[in-house]
């Protein structure tokens, strides 16, 4: 089993679409969770960490489940925009250090 | 504020070939990245630097790739001999981080985009 497991996709939605991405950890002491955002042939980007009790910026909200071991992110009213692949990031495996990114999952918003 | 720095942008050799790449983090952080990404998959961790100081290098093949960040600010990583499999971009991150753990974004720079032949 993966460390960190994500749906590829592709999800393909149209423009004002809600959408939901999930992603499970293996590692129940992993201790920070993210979710970073990577255009075609670009860097990734922080989109936003996840925090247990939720959390939400604009149109994005993330949710965290220790007890399920998986992170969640939802976009509402998708955009044209917002077409990228979405990467799931667990830290802090024992030794507090380790970083393991997801595969991602890739959005197309379509108009 | 200038970003994570990278160079070369792109690099094509031919197996059993050394390459090099170098990261200029952002000023005043602590902790440096390199990752390797192939292409469809995400990034995987090859080292982590707290200043000067390896504190993850678990998943570098160190038979063949090494990187050593002197002075604790910049960073090189290299490959000898490169293999067809290394075909990938190699990422470059920095972060503020300077203790365990950690909740700091990571900054990453645009990466080098090696071919081998």
């Known amino acids: 089993r993966k460390e960190v497991e994500q749906d590829p996709g592709p999800f393909n939605v149209p423009e004002g679409a809600t959408v939901a991405f999930n992603c499970t950890y293996s590692?129940?002491?992993?201790?920070?969770f993210f979710w970073y955002r990577q255009d075609c042939r670009k860097e990734p980007k922080l989109l936003m960490s996840v925090y247990s009790s939720g959390n939400e910026d604009g149109r994005f909200t993330a949710q965290l489940n220790r007890a399920s071991q998986y992170i969640s992110l939802l976009i509402r009213d998708s955009k044209l925009s917002d077409s990228a692949t979405y990467l799931c990031v667990v830290k802090g495996f024992p030794g507090g250090f380790k970083t393991i990114f997801g595969a991602g999952t890739r959005l197309f918003v379509k108009a | 504020e200038a970003g994570v720095a990278q160079s070369p942008r792109y690099k094509i050799i031919e197996k059993r070939q050394s390459v090099a790449f170098w990261c200029n983090p952002i000023s005043g952080h602590a902790t440096l990245y390199w990752y390797q990404q192939i292409l469809g998959q995400g990034p995987k961790l090859l080292i982590q630097?707290?200043?000067?100081?390896?504190?993850?290098d678990s998943q570098l093949p160190k038979d063949r790739f090494s990187a050593e960040r002197l002075k604790g600010v910049d960073s090189t990583l290299k490959i000898q001999p490169a293999k067809l499999e290394d075909s990938a971009v190699y990422l470059c991150?920095?972060?503020?981080?300077?203790?365990?753990?950690?909740?700091?974004?990571?900054?990453f720079g645009p990466g080098t985009r090696l071919t081998v032949l």
């Open positions: 630097f707290q200043n000067n100081g390896v504190v993850d």
């Open positions: 590692n129940s002491a992993s201790q920070s």
């Open positions: 991150a920095s972060s503020l981080m300077k203790g365990a753990g950690g909740t700091d974004t990571q900054y």
